[in-house]
């Protein structure tokens, strides 16, 4: 039996998994679902920096983690197969495929990932709890730890025109902000008052701080705080 789906990508630069929707239509009687189409972020993982600034902007200890940086945790791990399990629940539940068999081929299931550990990880723990006891091929890059170009979100734009639009863009979304209340909040967990950069360098109040907005071709957009 085919299963008229599931393309499932795991990427690092999507923030919230997107659930699969049937379209709205009159004519839906008449029509065959032909794919679906997954997209989500990887779950937990440990930070992708977890010395330099952050021990500087609090006084309190950071928690020790059992896998290295960037890594997806245990309970990451864990939290997907449920995540697997919910989905094939709704797929069970909308009869897009047969609960008897285990996909075969690209054809059934073709799942593909960002080439990071986090992100394979990712599928693997999603694929068993949505196809538990089926041998399922994750797809990625071979070079493992570097982003995937189909990732990664960079500037390759480097027109005066583009570069004058985007930062207006954003400097005008930024002023309808009102980020005050989750800087404090963040100031008191952090109890930033007492830390070493606080200290040195005078930096007691994040929501005082100027945002400085960079951007430059084949790098990252740079959200600065001064």
């Known amino acids: 039996m085919k299963y008229k789906l599931l393309t499932l990508s795991l990427s690092a630069a999507?923030?919230?998994?997107?659930?699969?929707?049937?379209?709205?239509?009159?004519?839906?009687?008449?029509m065959q679902?032909?794919?679906?189409?997954?997209?989500?972020?990887?779950?937990?993982?440990?930070?992708?920096?977890n010395t330099g600034i952050l021990t500087e902007v609090t006084d309190k200890k950071?928690?020790?983690?059992?896998?290295?940086?960037?890594?997806l945790t245990t309970k990451g791990g864990a939290l997907e197969v449920y995540m697997g399990?919910?989905?094939?629940?709704?797929?069970?539940q909308n009869k897009l495929v047969s609960d008897e068999l285990c996909?075969?081929?690209?054809?059934?299931?073709?799942?593909?990932?960002?080439?990071l550990q986090r992100t394979i990880a990712t599928a693997q723990f999603f694929t068993a709890g949505a196809f538990p006891g089926c041998t399922i091929?994750?797809?990625?890059q071979p070079e493992i730890g570097t982003m995937d170009p189909v990732f990664?979100?960079?500037?390759?734009?480097?027109?005066?025109?583009?570069?004058?639009?985007?930062?207006?863009?954003?400097?005008?979304?930024l002023k309808g902000l009102d980020l005050k209340p989750g800087y404090d909040e963040l100031d008191a967990i952090l109890n930033i008052k007492d830390s070493q950069k606080c200290q040195t360098d005078k930096l007691c109040n994040l929501?005082?701080?100027?945002?400085?907005?960079?951007?430059k071709p084949i790098k990252s957009l740079a959200l600065l705080v001064h």
């Open 62 to 71: 950071w928690p020790a983690w059992d896998a290295k940086s960037g890594y």
């Open 152 to 173: 990664n979100p960079i500037i390759t734009n480097d027109s005066a025109e583009f570069k004058e639009k985007a930062l207006l863009a954003m400097e005008d979304h």
């Open 85 to 92: 399990h919910y989905f094939r629940e709704w797929i069970d």
């Open 14 to 30: 999507l923030l919230t998994p997107i659930a699969p929707a049937l379209a709205n239509t009159d004519n839906a009687e008449n």
């Open 103 to 115: 996909p075969t081929g690209n054809e059934d299931l073709f799942v593909y990932t960002n080439s």
């Open 33 to 49: 679902l032909d794919q679906v189409l997954l997209l989500s972020r990887h779950n937990l993982r440990t930070p992708i920096v």
């Open 137 to 140: 091929k994750i797809h990625h």
């Open 207 to 215: 929501s005082t701080q100027k945002i400085v907005l960079l951007l």
